[in-house]
């Protein structure tokens, strides 16, 4: 359930706009964070509405999205109010989330799943494939994931380099200047 409703999101813009002052609005609604008011607001003036509306299901985020999104966040230098607001992540905790996630654990922490994993269907195919024990099949899943998420990290170290380059702070690979 949501902290607050949609009405008194909406009667808290409305009174800010007639130009009560934020700390007055967050005493007279009981908001415990006036800052709250102002992200509601700009919500509102992008979205209409349904940005202040509690969604029904919650939204899973994929890795390369997360990922997009902190570098969208570092690259211009942003907060997590401006970068929620820019990808439509209605909770700005979500972000800082994954940017913790992202400095102690780094790219692959981003795409771990979460929550317990979806149960299978029907029998296993078969053919040529030899069955594996649990252990194996955990060890190639880490394995795959490591992998992808080192593919990640590649492309992204290879666009830094390149962007870092580009504005001249490290020169270009070529040949030395030794005789």
């Known amino acids: 359930m949501t902290k607050y409703q949609a009405n008194t999101k909406l009667r808290a813009i409305k009174l800010y706009q007639k130009g009560v002052d934020l700390n007055q609005i967050s005493k007279e609604l009981n908001i415990t964070n006036a800052n709250e008011i102002n992200h509601w607001l700009k919500r509102y003036q992008q979205q ?3 940005g202040l509306k509690a969604k029904q299901t919650k ?3 994929g890795g390369k999205f997360k990922l997009k999104v902190l570098n969208w966040r570092k690259q211009h230098n942003t907060s997590y109010q401006t970068a929620a607001l820019h990808f439509k992540v209605n909770n700005i905790g979500t972000i800082a ?3 913790k996630k992202f400095d102690i654990s780094g790219v692959k922490a981003l795409f771990v799943k979460q929550g317990r994993p979806a149960m299978k269907q029907g029998k296993a195919k078969e053919g040529n494939k030899q069955p594996r024990s649990p252990s194996e099949l955990s060890e190639l ?3 795959r994931l490591e992998n ?3 593919r990640v990290e ?3 170290l290879k666009k830094l380099k390149a962007l870092v380059q580009k504005r001249g702070h ?3 690979k070529g040949k030395s200047s030794k005789n």
């Open 170 to 172: 490290l020169p270009k």
């Open 154 to 156: 590649n492309e992204y």
């Open 59 to 61: 939204t899973k985020y």
């Open 148 to 150: 992808r998420a080192l």
């Open 141 to 143: 899943e880490a394995l």
């Open 97 to 99: 989330n994954w940017q």
């Open 48 to 50: 209409g509405l349904s």
